[in-house]
């Protein structure tokens, strides 16, 4: 099926081994060859990075991104095995790292998360509510509310949850940066998406609510629309949905899906000091096909 030739594309794109970065240390600017897994610059130095659902997909990239660039790591996941193995990678980059278990739509663990992250950090300079459950590919007249309910607790009241905890902190310190995972479904809807569609509008309209009142703490919150990302999360729909999958994929002006790591760099741009004038921003990385007239194939 087209849709796995597409994937074969994206994975070689994504085995380059080799990138050149630009690397700032002391305010001397130098250029360094690395390879995947070693650190690459010194921009996030001292800076303390939550991102949730980061043992897999998306998150995972995130985190390792930011470990890159030197940040301390906190490596959260329902899973915890997965957020061990991430931790550990990151250890081997040679930040700090710590994984955490804990499901962000239950408050109880989300406030226990925060003590406990702050009890080893003393504070979270950047959070990222990366963390989601795909939808389950249900008719609206078949979900039922125990469906309902995970999806917009995961999603929404998990980025709640997560800003709310977190914040507290950084409007004490007057500065934080809060990057949501929001998703073209939280721009329009997809077919036999409702729960998830309705989320990650919610997460949308969270972003705007929490930029408005944060943004004079200089507390930044903006966030992100991926379009279709090579993940798990996608690898399901597509199983799912074939031929959906495959129109989606051919509407991206760009000709290829993303990989994790495009994502990554824009959650690295929104957390840097050059967006510091950004304040409940939708950043869409979708390559193009947001842009395009619906309808319209390439
Ligand atoms: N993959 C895509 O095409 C795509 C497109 C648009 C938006 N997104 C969004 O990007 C984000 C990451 O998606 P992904 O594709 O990497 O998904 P993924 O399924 O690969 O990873 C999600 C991670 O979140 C964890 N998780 C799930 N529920 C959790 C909970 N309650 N508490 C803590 N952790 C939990 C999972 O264990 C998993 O490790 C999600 O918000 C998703 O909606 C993805």
């Not at 996030?44 to 995972?60: A, P, R």
């Not at 990650?200 to 930044?220: C, D, P």
């Not at 992100?224 to 990302?229: R, S, Y």
């Amino acid at each position: 099926m087209g849709i796995f030739i597409s994937f074969e594309t994206t994975k070689s794109l994504c085995s380059l081994k080799e990138c050149y970065v630009q690397l700032t240390s002391n305010c001397e600017t130098e250029f360094e060859k690395c390879d995947g897994m070693k650190l690459n610059s010194h921009r996030f130095k001292g800076k303390v990075v939550l991102v949730t659902g980061s043992g897999s997909g998306i998150g995972k990239a995130i985190a390792l991104s930011f470990a890159k660039e030197s940040a301390d790591l906190v490596v959260n996941d329902i899973d915890f095995e997965l957020a061990c193995e991430v931790a550990a990678e990151i250890e081997k980059i040679g930040c700090r790292s710590v994984p955490i278990k804990a499901d962000v739509s239950d408050f109880a663990q989300v406030q226990k998360m925060v003590r406990h992250t702050l009890g080893d950090f003393q504070r979270i300079d950047v959070l990222v509510n990366n963390a989601c459950v795909g939808s389950i590919g249900l008719p609206v007249e078949e979900i039922d509310a125990q469906q309902w309910n995970v999806a917009i607790g995961t999603c929404l009241n998990g980025t709640f949850f997560c800003s709310q905890a977190v914040g507290k902190g950084m409007i004490k310190r007057k500065s934080g940066k809060i990057i949501n995972i929001s998703s073209l479904g939280g721009l329009a809807a997809a077919p036999f998406a409702a729960e998830y569609t309705s989320a990650k509008h919610g997460v949308i309209g969270l972003t705007k609510a929490l930029a408005v009142e944060w943004s004079r703490y200089n507390v930044n919150v903006n966030c992100i629309c991926p379009g279709v990302v090579d993940t798990s999360m996608f690898r399901a729909y597509a199983r799912k949905f074939p031929d959906l999958a495959r129109d989606r994929i051919r509407a991206i002006p760009k000709g290829k899906i993303a990989t994790p790591e495009d994502v990554a760099k824009a959650a690295k741009f929104l957390a840097s000091n050059e967006a510091d004038y950004l304040a409940g921003a939708i950043l869409c990385v979708d390559g193009g096909s947001f842009a395009l007239l619906s309808g319209y194939f390439l």
